[in-house]
């Protein structure tokens, strides 16, 4: 859940204690971040995720090993970088070392709407675990012996040297980067429907519309952008074209995602609401 409200020290004092969870955004509102998180949801993972750690050490890469319930993170940090060239470096990292399977953050090359996927804020007290996890040494021991001196380790992380970005960045082709899909080209002449919700509703394809905001993969399966989802627990069905997410977060046509949207953003979610804004996007 997206809170828009300054961060109060009393809140990163309830995530530390374990009463709250926060998570946080990798991307500033310019699509700019100053970290690569790579994502292990398992122990097997993991342990492979561990062996890139290790290498990249060795070639004086920087990197920040955070542990996890099923598996845990690798945390670099960088230069302020555009978040598609960030994603590149990662991807490469990732596919040279045959890891390509596995997930990184930040999710977006660039924002579109909303602020991007959450990544679940270091040193809380896990939910379901009650269990602190920690950044480690290569060995497994705490990176410091207290919460207190991690978090001061990591206010002044040492970061990946530019040139060895810039390095990688010359060797692999640019994707191209999507464009800005807020507003859709070729409008089609005629749309069918008596009313808004149903030209809407015809204009696209729930798996077109909702493809352009989560990342869905050959199966219309992807993670779900309503709750802090860590499996793909989002799909799409093009057979009977609506989307549902399985762990709850509901389900519907265009206009139930958009809704869901714009609570997401801490906009009103009302049908008049997200139809009039659906209305002035898509018709
Ligand atoms: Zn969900």
């Known amino acids: 859940m997206t809170v828009k409200r300054p ?5 990163l004092r309830g995530h530390l204690q374990g009463h709250i969870t926060l998570g946080t955004y990798l991307l500033d509102e310019q699509s700019i971040s100053t970290k690569l998180v790579l994502d292990a949801d398992t122990a097997e993972d993991w342990s492979r995720l561990l062996e890139l750690a290790d290498k990249l050490e060795s070639k004086r890469i ?6 996890s319930r099923r598996g845990g ?10 978040a598609h060239e960030l994603r590149r470096f990662g991807h490469y990292l990732l596919k040279r070392n045959k890891l390509a399977d596995l997930e990184l953050y930040p999710k977006q090359d660039q924002l579109v709407t909303g602020p991007g ?3 679940r804020l270091p040193f809380g007290i896990h939910r379901l675990t009650g269990v602190r996890y920690h950044f480690v040494q290569p060995d497994g021991r705490p990176l410091a ?5 991690q978090i001061a380790l990591l206010a002044t992380p040492d970061r990946v040297p530019d040139f060895i970005i810039e390095d990688i960045l010359k060797r692999i082709p640019e994707t191209e980067l999507p464009a800005p899909t807020r507003s859709f080209k070729g409008k089609p002449h005629v749309i069918v429907g008596n009313t808004p919700s149903e030209r809407i509703k015809n204009r696209m394809s729930v798996l077109e519309f909702v493809g352009q905001y989560v990342e869905l993969d050959a199966a219309g399966r992807g993670q779900c952008p309503f709750h802090d989802d860590q499996v793909k627990s989002f799909q799409v069905s093009t057979q009977n074209n609506f989307w549902n997410c399985y762990a709850g977060c509901g389900g519907g046509s265009i206009i ?5 949207w714009r609570k997401q953003r801490g906009e009103s979610d009302t049908f008049t609401d997200t139809i009039t804004e659906l209305a002035k996007m898509l018709l």
């Open 73 to 82: 993170h690798i945390w670099l940090y960088t230069s302020p970088l555009p």
């Open 256 to 260: 139930d995602f958009w809704s869901r």
């Open 62 to 67: 920087p990197v920040y090993r955070e542990v």
């Open 145 to 149: 012996p207290t919460i207190r001196e």
């Open 117 to 119: 996927s959450l990544v």
């Open 7 to 11: 961060l109060h020290p009393n809140v």
